[in-house]
């Protein structure tokens, strides 16, 4: 765990009272973040008592991604060399199973820019059904082996999440919130981000890693304890 002294910001400031908040730094796709999104919510249920607002704030594990995206056994085999790839995700198969994931791989054609991914998720904020969006993404890409950079497949996910698709496919279309997105990127670098998953409670208190339901359940107890002993503080 770590303190972090701020927090990317999305949509306005964080909220400082009322239920503990989360923002998780994540990329959609990230193996480790799907993991990390079932953690959490396998924490959540262990906790049924703690009122929590979740916040998916953008990261990309690689921007320098063509718009189009690319060959996806061309680009593991460049980045982790010809056996890497397959031993990480022997390895993610069976992390996998524990957290009710069934990876599929070799389903994966094209790895994508997630810039475009990221938008939508910052405007399905605005719709509330971020959390939604962000799971379908994962599912899309881990288990059905889409391309979530094609716009299409963005307009699908936003139109079936309760977003207007001709609004999306006429934002998809410019660079509406670009410079947004990778401003919040910016501001986790700057924080000391540099791995995803990236946990941070109520804006202070941060945790690195796809870390186990029992770890992130201390760290929201902790940021609880935290947020009542300044509220005390300041009666």
């Known amino acids: 765990m770590s303190n972090a002294a ?7 400031p ?13 990329d959609v796709v990230c193996p480790w973040c799907f993991v990390g999104k079932k953690r959490l919510e396998a924490a959540l249920a262990m906790a049924p008592d703690i009122d929590v607002e979740i916040h998916w704030r953008p990261y990309q594990l690689d921007a320098t991604i063509p718009k189009g995206g690319m060959d996806r056994k061309e680009y593991l085999t460049r980045k982790f060399g010809p056996d890497g790839a397959a031993n990480m995700n022997s390895r993610l198969a069976g992390v996998g199973q524990e957290v009710g994931i069934p990876f599929a791989f070799d389903k994966i054609q094209r790895s994508p820019n997630t810039l475009d991914a990221h938008r939508l998720l910052r405007w399905a904020q605005m719709a509330g059904t971020q959390d939604a969006v962000k799971e379908r993404l994962f599912q899309l890409y881990f288990v059905e082996g889409k391309d979530i950079g094609d716009h299409k497949v963005l307009a699908d996910v936003a139109e079936q999440n309760g977003l207007e698709r001709a609004v999306v496919e006429r934002l998809l279309a410019g660079t509406a919130d670009e410079d947004e997105v990778k401003g919040e990127i910016e501001t986790a670098q700057k ?25 992130l359940v201390s760290a929201m107890r902790q940021a609880m304890a935290d947020k009542e002993e300044a509220v005390g503080s300041r009666d």
Do not use: M, Y
């Open 191 to 215: 924080i000391g981000v540099t791995g995803v998953p990236f946990f941070i409670f109520n804006s202070k208190l941060g945790v690195s890693g796809a870390q186990s339901p029992e770890v």
């Open 6 to 12: 701020d927090t990317p910001k999305q949509g306005g």
């Open 14 to 26: 964080l909220t400082q009272g009322g239920p503990l908040t989360i923002d998780v730094v994540s």
